[in-house]
């Protein structure tokens, strides 16, 4: 079992996108917010940089419009972008972490060992049995490599997320057949069938987590039994979800 708690909350990039209640998405400062507001979950979004670390940004370019993966670890912490290692020595253990991979077309010819698959696997190693770990893309090569590669067994869950366009049905068969242990779904792609989408996932063996849920969207998915909902307004939500506790 990945989540515990059903629905659980999972604070996206941190506290929310963007500056959700003044905490700029995917910095220290968001995660410890989210950890403070009683949320089980975080997701964060990671991408390499020039010298092999794996960084803290949603997006290709900083916001001085330079490429990820062209700067490195120092200069992206002077633009503010934190590396992943600094985040999770710091979160509390309780919090369980969604490790979003954002491959980049580089992966394509790179040398292996500079791939952002390798680094994923090297970085799960490390930290696997320090806490709850999930480890997903929307690259299936990424979490099927580390399925195969990173030998982590039953201690870093994985999961398939699909584009918002992309309908469950085929998402949740790649998912089942690459033999993830979980399916990120767009609420777009779950508004007309999600009683019917959690139900195979759940005799796939497959949990549920559906982004980006508004409070009463968050609502109506747990009455559809998802697993876990990831949010961009937490203390919205959990007002929402009180009564179901």
């Known amino acids: 079992m ?4 059903r629905p659980s909350i999972v604070g996206h990039r941190g506290f929310g996108t963007g500056q959700a209640a003044s905490y700029q998405e995917n910095s220290l400062e968001a995660f410890l917010a989210a950890a403070v507001s009683g949320v089980p979950w975080v997701e964060l979004d990671v991408r ?3 010298d092999g670390e794996l960084m803290l940004w949603h997006d290709p370019v900083t916001p001085d419009g330079h490429l990820i993966q062209a700067r ?7 633009e503010g972008i934190a590396l992943l290692d600094d985040v999770l020595s710091v979160l509390p253990a309780s919090v369980g972490v969604d490790i979003d991979v954002k491959t980049v077309i580089e992966d394509a010819t790179a040398p292996k060992h500079q791939r952002t698959h390798a680094l994923a696997a090297s970085l799960v190693r490390r930290y696997r049995g320090t806490r709850r770990l999930l480890v ?15 030998a982590v067994g039953g201690e870093v869950a994985l999961g398939l997320i699909a584009e918002a366009r992309f309908a ?4 949740l068969s790649a998912a089942a057949n690459l033999g993830m242990d979980a399916v990120c779904l767009h609420i777009d792609s779950l508004r007309s069938e999600a009683g019917r989408v ?7 063996r497959l ?5 980006s849920a508004g409070p009463a969207q968050a609502l109506a998915l747990a ?12 203390p919205g939500t959990q007002a929402a979800l009180a009564g179901l506790r």
């Open 168 to 171: 469950a049905s085929p998402a």
């Open 136 to 150: 997903s893309s929307f690259d299936p090569s990424v979490v099927a490599y580390l399925k195969d590669r990173a």
């Open 2 to 5: 990945i989540f515990e708690y």
């Open 72 to 78: 490195t670890a120092g200069e992206l912490a002077a």
């Open 207 to 211: 949990e549920v987590m559906a982004w």
């Open 198 to 204: 959690v139900e195979f996932a759940h005799r796939a």
């Open 48 to 50: 390499r940089s020039s």
């Open 223 to 234: 009455l559809a039994g998802v697993d876990a909902v990831c949010v961009d307004d937490i």
